[in-house]
C-alpha cells in the first residue's frame, strides 16, 4: 500500500509463525514510499515465535520513506517475540526517513527476539531528516533481548536530523537487552544535522545508547574506533574492554572470547564458537 506499510524481503515479506531456515538472497533490495518501511535482505518482518536459522544476504538493502519511519537490515528489516542464529550478512545496507531510522547489519528493528551467532561485514548507514537514526553493526534498535556471541567488521554510520542519533558497532540503541560475547571490528560515525536542543550524539564502540542493560565481555576495535564502549549509559553493566588492530589480527580478541563462552555441551565443556583463520 502506497499510504500504510511495506513489508520486502529477499524470501518473505512476512513470516508470522513460521521458521525460515537455511534461505538465502543475493539481489538487491528496495523498499520504498510507505509510511512504515520494513526492509530485509532475506525476511521484511517476522514474529509471534518465528525463527530464522543458516540464513544469509550478499545483497545491497535499500529501505526510504520520504515521510515516514523505516527499518531495515542485512537479513531482517524488523522482528518482534522469535530468534535468530547463525544467519549473516555482506551487503550494504541503507536507511532514509523523513522519520525514524532504525538500520542493522543483520536486523533493523528488533524486539524481544533473540540473535546469536550472527555477524555482518557490510558497510551501514541510516539517515533521518527530522528525527532519530539507531544504526548498528548488528542491530539498529535492540529492546527487551539478549545479542550474543555474534560480530560486526562493517562500518557504521548514522545521521539525525531534529533528535538523537544513536550509533554502534554492534547496537545502536539498546533498551532493557544484554549485548554478550560480542565484538566489532569496524568504524561508528554519528551525526546530528538539526539544530534543536535535543540534539545529541551517543557513539559507542559496542552500543551507542544503553538504558538498563547488560555489556559484558565485549571487545572493539580502538583503532577503527577511538571513542568509548557505550555512547550513553543509563542503568546499566558494563564490561568491554578496547583492542588494536593487531589484537584482532593475531587471534588474541578470539581466544578472549572464546574464553568467555558460557553454553556448555553435553559433557559440560564450553561449546566452540569463536576461533582464528
Known amino acids: 500500500s502506497e499510504n500504510r506499510g511495506a513489508y520486502v524481503g529477499g524470501v518473505v515479506g512476512t513470516s508470522i509463525y513460521a521458521a525460515v531456515s537455511n534461505c538465502s538472497n543475493t539481489g538487491k533490495i528496495n523498499g520504498t514510499g510507505c509510511t512504515v518501511t520494513n526492509v530485509g535482505g532475506v525476511v521484511g518482518t517476522y514474529g509471534n515465535e518465528s525463527a530464522v536459522t543458516g540464513c544469509y544476504n550478499t545483497g545491497a538493502v535499500y529501505g526510504m520513506s520520504e515521510?515516514?519511519?523505516v527499518s531495515a537490515g542485512g537479513v531482517l528489516g524488523s522482528s518482534f517475540y522469535g530468534s535468530m542464529l547463525g544467519c549473516y550478512s555482506t551487503?550494504?545496507?541503507?536507511?532514509?526517513?523523513?522519520?525514524?531510522?532504525?538500520?542493522?547489519?543483520?536486523v533493523g528493528n528488533n524486539y524481544h527476539c533473540t540473535v546469536t551467532e550472527c555477524s555482518n561485514i557490510g558497510a551501514i548507514e541510516g539517515v533521518s531528516e527530522n528525527d532519530s537514526a539507531s544504526v548498528g553493526g548488528i542491530a539498529g534498535r535492540n529492546s527487551f533481548v539478549t545479542i550474543k556471541y555474534s560480530y560486526n567488521t562493517g562500518e557504521v554510520y548514522g545521521m539525525a536530523g531534529d533528535w538523537h542519533a544513536d550509533v554502534g558497532g554492534v547496537v545502536g540503541g539498546s533498551y532493557s537487552d544484554s549485548v554478550i560475547g560480542c565484538y566489532n571490528a569496524g568504524s561508528v560515525v554519528g551525526v546530528v544535522k538539526g539544530a534543536s536542543i535535543y540534539n545529541c550524539i551517543h557513539a559507542g564502540g559496542i552500543v551507542g545508547c544503553n538504558t538498563d542493560g547488560v555489556v559484558a565481555g565485549c571487545y572493539y576495535n580502538s583503532t577503527a574506533f577511538?571513542?568509548?564502549?557505550?555512547?550513553?549509559?543509563?542503568?546499566?553493566?558494563?564490561?568491554?574492554?578496547?583492542?588494536?588492530?593487531?589484537?584482532?589480527?593475531s587471534g588474541e580478541?578470539?581466544?578472549?572470547?572464546?574464553?568467555?563462552?558460557?553454553?556448555?555441551?553435553d559433557n559440560g565443556s564450553s561449546i566452540q564458537i569463536w576461533g582464528q583463520t
Not at 91 to 106: D, H, L, M, N, Q
Not at 253 to 265: G, I, M
Open 67 to 69: 515521510d515516514g519511519e
Open 91 to 106: 551487503g550494504t545496507v541503507r536507511a532514509e526517513a523523513g522519520s525514524v531510522v532504525c538500520a542493522g547489519g543483520v
Open 226 to 249: 577511538s571513542g568509548t564502549a557505550v555512547g550513553k549509559i543509563s542503568e546499566a553493566e558494563i564490561n568491554v574492554e578496547n583492542r588494536i588492530a593487531e589484537d584482532f589480527a
Open 253 to 265: 580478541v578470539s581466544y578472549l572470547l572464546q574464553a568467555n563462552v558460557a553454553d556448555t555441551d
